[in-house]
């Protein structure tokens, strides 16, 4: 019964806390719903969704609704109902919406678009709609990486951050438009940071390789990412609490954006611009407002430690009596105010991402990074009685050999005896976990190029840390899916021919079944070296500079920089 769904959709709504109410109450001519395609536990602890959400509610004119994907089981009563996809506030039909904006941090949920269009009854492929349908929009750092697996299922995709994308958006969706849906695409497209994929077509030759892009008229190639000024907006904070989320008991607010660090196999140092803080002030004022609801302050940020007034920042929280949380730390920028606050919070665990195991192998990376202060790093913490540690490390980077995991395991062995040391002195026993991730080649960075290992290569590697941890007490160790990396990467690196892949598996094919069904190799996607002068995939989009990645890839691999 659909009273079931409604019902569900009614609680969530009611336990959940506005920051704006005024937000939340606002009218407009244009009804927008924003999709998250995934879990409302999974959406609501995303700071992106929530600030997306907020900019567009608070424009004029626009009445913005939410949406998820429903559990397995919501699913199954909507199909047996024969009741269309609803969005959250009003329990409206998604396909009543003039605008349906997807938001999408990660690719996997790239999956989860076909099956909400399908769940909405509105049509899966872009080209299968008409003026009577709902505009399909998607933004996100996913997009921004590589949109063309689903680029067949959207009209519009945001190349850029929401403050800087969403007023045009909005300025462009309510201005009059001659040529009706086709002249509201053509606008969109020739503004910076809106890739129309139906202007766009791949050429490939008579191999299958792909050998660019042709625009229509007027569409710019590269599409060009829109990058904001941060000073000028206020922070992105938590706009709407809810114990429904990973992160139920924080108010969230973001310190920075972006790396400085650029990492080569991390795409944060390159889509996202330079390095851009906050300023200090206005990290408090939103603190401020957050503990009037909160008594726990998350802070956000790819690189969190990197920010300027780290300790201050964190102390003033603790000194405001709340507490502070942070992700993972950077390694050489362990501030001995941030680690008090953390302390006086109650932090038990502390996460640290060595990310190489050996030092060839950080150095390869430009991590950075030496032994020796990895392990100061871990004396400064266990020093303040924080004994467990989560250690990240990736496996199966580029030219890495078994040499290099004798290394990682040596690396964690030290570290251990240290926690040891520290544990029997108080008679307290602590943990490690070794948190290890295969290595997924990104695009826009500069492993770009790189292959991911094989799966059976991988599962080699994992056995053999497995077998070494057994003989650790007290260290654990965690493997990310291998299967669902490579799926990552599949979707990461994939063109537009992987759209039927995609539609397939949203319908339930396995990926093996899906590749087979759609004669697609996946290996020739995930594991290929890609040569230097192929043209790739994501290169519709102007998201970094690719001599400059690909001077990076030289150093990494030792032939020194190129000259352009």
Known sequence: MTWKIRQKLRALLEAETSLRPDVRSRGGQLAVCLVYPNSYQTA????????????????????????????????EEYRRSG???????????????????????????????????????????????????????????AFFINPEPVADFLDVVCIGEGEELIPALVSCLMSPQQGGRGGLLSA???????????????????????????????????????????????PAASLILTDNTEFGDMFLVEVSRGCPRGCRFCSAGF???????????????AVDEGLRHRSKVGLVGAA????????????????????VSVSSLRIDRLDSAMLDALTQSGH????????????????LIRKNLNEGQI????????????????LYFIIGLPTETEADLDELLRLVA???????????????????????????????????????????????????????????????????????SYLQALLSRGDRRLSALVAAMAAGCSLKKAAKQCGIDTDGYVCREIPEDAILPWSVIGTADREHLRNEYERAMGGGERTP
């Open 44 to 75: 609501m602890s995303s700071l992106g969704f929530q600030t997306v959400f907020g900019l567009l509610a608070e424009s004029a004119d626009i009445l913005c609704e939410r949406a998820f994907l429903p559990d397995r089981e919501d699913r």
């Open 348 to 363: 038990k665990t502390i996460s640290l991402a060595p990310e190489g195991g050996s030092q060839r192998l950080r150095d």
């Open 304 to 323: 969190v430690s990197d920010y300027r007034d780290i300790g201050r920042l964190c102390s003033y929280i603790v000194e405001k009596g709340a507490k």
């Open 83 to 141: 009741t269309p996809l609803l969005s959250l506030e009003s329990q409206r039909p998604l396909a009543d919406f003039d605008v349906v904006a997807f938001s999408t941090s990660f690719e996997p949920d790239y999956l989860h678009i076909p099956l909400m269009l399908e769940l909405a009854r509105i049509p899966v492929s872009a080209a299968g709609r008409t003026a009577a349908d709902p505009l399909i929009i998607a933004g996100g750092a």
């Open 375 to 390: 392990l100061d790093a871990c004396d400064m913490l266990i020093s303040r009685d924080i004994l467990n540690l989560k």
């Open 271 to 285: 889509i996202y611009g330079p390095f851009r803080q906050q300023p200090f002030e206005h990290l408090t004022a």
């Open 188 to 234: 969109l497209a020739a503004r910076p940071g809106f890739y129309v994929p139906s202007l766009y077509r791949p050429r490939y030759d008579t191999d299958g390789c792909l050998t660019g892009f042709e625009g229509a008229p007027g569409a710019p190639l590269p599409v060009v990412r829109a990058c904001p000024v941060l000073e000028q907006h206020r």
């Open 414 to 484: 030290a570290i251990r005896e240290r926690v040891l040391e520290r544990a029997r002195a108080n008679k307290r026993i602590g943990e490690i976990i070794l948190s290890v991730n295969p290595f997924i080649p990104k695009p826009f960075t500069p492993f770009q190029w790189c292959g991911m290992e094989p799966l059976a290569s991988l599962e080699r590697k994992v056995k053999l840390l497995e077998t070494a941890v057994r003989a650790m007490p007290n260290v654990r160790l965690k493997v990310e899916s291998l299967r669902e």
